[in-house]
């Protein structure tokens, strides 16, 4: 859906292994863990956190793992960088500035007191003081983030997307870019500018925008990661079939919105975490399989002998049968 080849030049150049944006930024956070991995022996890492010898960190910054600052950066006093952040070459984060979720582009500077979250920022990209990537509708009902792409609005199936910011690029002070801005490069923001590129009454209004299955996907697996059960249904079929097979025997069946929704509900008290992460995906006909990593800690004595705190680990596979842009069966096979 979007090229990043487009926006930022040298974005498949510095992160190869990257998936398309809107697959990296909802696992940024193992993203940058794996980078870690990859990095030269000349930075230092503790607690997965790697700081080239050349940064510049001055007094109270707050740095949580994961975080890659790269060689060059500087990063003003009393300044937050959380749930994985990579600067990559002389990026300047100035006083008081929080940094969420995002990768900043080379001699990118963020001058003080400004907010970027779950964002992908090119090189050479100016934000003026103040200046914003909002990254959620708290105002909206429908909180779905939507994006323009040449005219074609697109479902993200995200709820938390910043924006997209080309190489060169020129934010003025306290403008604010709405959730899902996508920026060609050499775009020109004015001071106390709102970027709003899909509105709700565009939604409203356009009534051929294109939801692709894996954005529905994407949409039912971070709902379960935060335990969002009205965002797992949000594209769920009334007469949803949803099945459970582990080790070839059907262990589960349910039918219809309310029995999944009990169900689910029930399940929330047996984990005290819980995350499926996507590793790819298989399109066939009607059907849709993605194959999973999953990780949870139990939350309570189960029946079958796991016990409160034990980790569990595992692959498995889910397929999703579509009609229109409803899904009308899910089947999750371990």
């Not at 060609?184 to 356009?206: C, G, M, W």
Request: net charge negative; with cysteine.
């Amino acid at each position: 859906m979007i090229n990043i080849q487009d926006y930022i030049s040298r974005f498949k150049e510095q992160y190869p292994q990257a998936p398309e944006p809107l697959n990296l930024l909802p696992q940024l956070s193992d993203f940058v863990q794996h980078e870690i991995t990859q990095l030269d022996a000349v930075y230092e890492v503790k607690d997965n956190i790697a700081i080239h010898p050349t940064a510049v960190i001055e007094h109270n910054v707050t740095i949580k793992a994961p975080a890659i600052i790269g060689p060059g950066c500087f990063i003003g006093a009393n300044a937050y960088l959380r749930q994985g952040v990579i600067l990559t070459e002389q990026v300047s984060i100035g006083t008081g500035c929080e940094i969420k979720s995002s990768i900043i582009g080379s001699r990118t500077a963020i001058a003080h007191f400004n907010f970027i979250g779950d964002s992908l920022i090119g090189a050479q990209v100016n934000f003026e003081a103040g200046s914003h990537t909002a990254n959620h509708f708290n105002e909206r009902s429908d909180k779905r983030i939507f994006i323009n792409i040449n005219g074609d609005i697109n479902d993200s199936g995200l709820l938390k997307f910043g924006a997209i910011v080309g190489d060169h690029c020129r934010i003025g002070a306290n403008a604010v870019l709405s959730p899902g801005t996508i920026l060609a490069p050499r775009t020109i923001v004015k001071r106390l500018e709102l970027v709003e590129q899909v509105s709700e009454d565009t939604l409203i209004n356009n009534k051929h925008y294109h939801k692709s299955r894996a954005q529905m996907i994407r949409n039912y697996v971070e709902g379960y990661n935060q335990y969002d059960i009205d965002q797992m249904m949000t594209d769920f079929d009334p007469n949803i079939v949803f099945e459970n097979i582990q080790n070839g025997e059907r262990k589960m069946r349910l039918v219809g919105l309310h029995t999944f929704r009990v169900q689910a509900e029930e399940a929330k008290q047996y984990f005290k975490e819980r995350k499926q992460t996507i590793v790819s995906f298989k399109d066939s006909g009607n059907e849709t399989e993605i194959e999973i990593d999953y990780y949870a800690i139990i939350g309570a004595d189960l029946p079958n002998g796991m016990k409160s705190g034990q980790e569990l680990r595992l692959k498995g596979w889910s397929v999703f049968t579509f009609e229109g842009e409803k899904i009308t069966r899910l089947v999750d096979i371990s």
